[in-house]
């Protein structure tokens, strides 16, 4: 009879339940490293990430059809995803769904004039008083 406390020398070698390399154990162990049993560990005790609902004002297109839907990720007709165009909402005038990067112009935000330096001298030079 094999006593609970003492571990049994084995050679057979196991699959790391982490990364899948094989490994000789000794003991107890069950994973190839110190990393391997790390990464097993904040595996099983991260928090469930949330899922993110789509944004209400967000517009969406379908890859296929073109269709445009606003805070609605999957197209009805195509029945797929629909890529994210970024912010927008309905038109005012036409009722159809616009986004933001419709409206903007890609050299709209690029300075037309370069500022005045600051540091210029006046041409008139010091005033005295």
Known sequence: MTSVRNDTQTTATTACP???????PLGRRRWCSDACRQSAWRRRRA???PTQPAKTDTVYQCPQCQTRYLGTQRCDDCNT???RLGPGGP???CDDIVAVIDLVADNQYSP???PPDKTSRDPHGP???
């Not at 982490?18 to 000789?24: A, P, Y």
């Open 81 to 83: 995803w629909c890529r």
């Open 112 to 114: 037309a004039a370069k």
């Open 18 to 24: 982490q990364c899948g390399s094989s490994f000789t």
């Open 91 to 93: 038109c005012p005038h």
């Open 47 to 49: 928090a469930p990430r």
């Open 127 to 129: 005033h005295t008083g």
